[in-house]
């Protein structure tokens, strides 16, 4: 009849769940480390907004003149602050973003100087916080400043 040069019915089967197990193997390794990193960055975005609410700023001596917008910052909560960012609204509907990465501490101040490109409508000051790597802008803690003086 024919001549059957094959492999045997047993080592077909041995050879298809060894290829299921290694196949299984590498899947839930994949989907175990995909859902760890998930799992870190859902962690790591609520350690930051908890964060949030124990930082504070305090913005006084806001002004301008033509081509610097000037104001000090203190930190008036209980956590560090990474850094300060600004948004700035320019009167043809215009904005821009600004980030200092200044480091302040509890109780800390510090005097900032920002440039600006044209006349301003208002801008808005928040604090940073996190680690060196991750910086976020909390923005439960947004401040508005329309109507900026210009500085005597």
Same mark, same amino acid.
């Given at each position: 009849?024919?001549?059957?040069? #094959?492999?045997?019915? *047993?080592?077909? *089967?041995?050879l298809?769940i ?11 390794? *994949? ?18 907004y ?7 700023i ?5 002004c ?12 008036? #909560? ?19 973003? *600004? ?8 109780m800390e101040k510090w005097?900032?100087k920002?440039?600006?490109l044209d006349?301003i409508s ?7 916080? #996190? ?14 400043f ?7």
């Amino acid at each position: 009849m024919y001549n059957k040069k #094959g492999v045997s019915p *047993y080592i077909a *089967y041995i050879l298809l769940i060894a290829m299921s197990i290694s196949i299984a193997t590498f899947g839930i390794r *994949y989907i175990t480390n995909y859902s760890m990193q998930k799992a870190d960055d859902v962690q790591n975005i609520v350690v930051n907004y908890l964060n949030c609410d124990d930082t504070d700023i305090k913005i006084t001596n806001i002004c301008q003149d033509e081509s610097f917008i000037y104001f000090t910052a203190e930190n008036s #909560g209980y956590s560090d602050i990474k850094g300060i960012f600004v948004n700035i609204y320019y009167i043809d509907s215009k904005t821009s973003n *600004y980030i200092e990465r200044t480091m302040l501490l509890p109780m800390e101040k510090w005097n900032y100087k920002v440039l600006k490109l044209d006349m301003i409508s208002g801008l808005d000051i928040s604090p940073m916080i #996190g680690n060196i790597n991750n910086k976020n802008v909390c923005s439960n803690r947004i401040y508005k400043f329309n109507d900026i003086m210009y500085c005597k």
